[in-house]
């Protein structure tokens, strides 16, 4: 009997959702620690970073949410479960605290220089996305650990 190919394997067993949504996950906490260096330091590269860091992930955000509707409707037929209904409005929250940062960042490019409204609606806008995608992350945890334990006889 012929092994598999990587490549069957993969198109096997490849979590697009997964994958797409740890990319996110990834960049916002580097995106806070980068910020938290930028504040006390005044220092314009971390805070570019966190520019940088906070475009790629509003463009990474739609790819995690459809992928996640998609494995959703796929793997538990659109379900109703409250797990599913947090994760769509804790998805919803990230994507406009994430617009929102974004959108400032954009039209005020000296907006960590001074000490007005905006900068402090911006940094805080950064760190509420943290919290957001911790519990994002934890209910994927448990979606992923049921699974598991389901797939076990």
Same mark, same amino acid.
């Given at each position: 009997?012929?092994?598999?190919?990587?490549?069957?394997?993969?198109? #096997? &067993?490849?979590?697009?959702? @997964?994958? *797409?949504?740890? $990319?996110?996950?990834? +960049?916002?906490?580097?995106?806070? %620690?980068?910020?938290?260096?930028?504040?006390?330091?005044?220092?314009?590269?971390?805070?570019?970073?966190?520019?940088?860091?906070?475009?790629?992930?509003?463009?990474?955000?739609?790819?995690?949410?459809?992928?996640?509707?998609?494995?959703? #409707? &796929?793997?538990?037929?659109? @379900?109703? *479960?409250?797990? $599913?209904?947090?994760? +769509?409005?804790?998805?919803?929250? %990230?994507?406009?605290?994430?617009?929102?940062?974004?959108?400032?960042?954009?039209?005020?490019?000296?907006?960590?220089?001074?000490?007005?409204?905006?900068?402090?609606?911006?940094?805080?806008?950064?760190?509420?996305?943290?919290?957001?995608?911790?519990?994002?992350?934890?209910?994927?945890?448990?979606?992923?650990?049921?699974?598991?334990?389901?797939?076990?006889?």
């Amino acid at each position: 009997m012929a092994r598999p190919s990587l490549w069957q394997d993969m198109k #096997k &067993t490849f979590l697009f959702h @997964a994958i *797409a949504a740890h $990319f996110s996950n990834g +960049l916002i906490p580097v995106a806070v %620690l980068y910020l938290m260096l930028a504040i006390p330091t005044g220092d314009t590269f971390f805070e570019h970073t966190v520019e940088h860091l906070m475009v790629i992930t509003l463009m990474a955000i739609p790819v995690s949410f459809i992928t996640g509707v998609h494995d959703w #409707k &796929t793997k538990y037929k659109g @379900a109703k *479960a409250p797990v $599913f209904i947090k994760k +769509l409005r804790l998805s919803g929250i %990230l994507f406009a605290l994430c617009v929102s940062a974004v959108s400032i960042r954009l039209t005020m490019p000296d907006v960590m220089a001074g000490e007005g409204l905006f900068h402090w609606i911006y940094i805080i806008l950064v760190f509420a996305m943290l919290p957001v995608v911790t519990l994002l992350g934890h209910y994927g945890g448990k979606l992923s650990g049921q699974s598991r334990q389901s797939g076990k006889s």
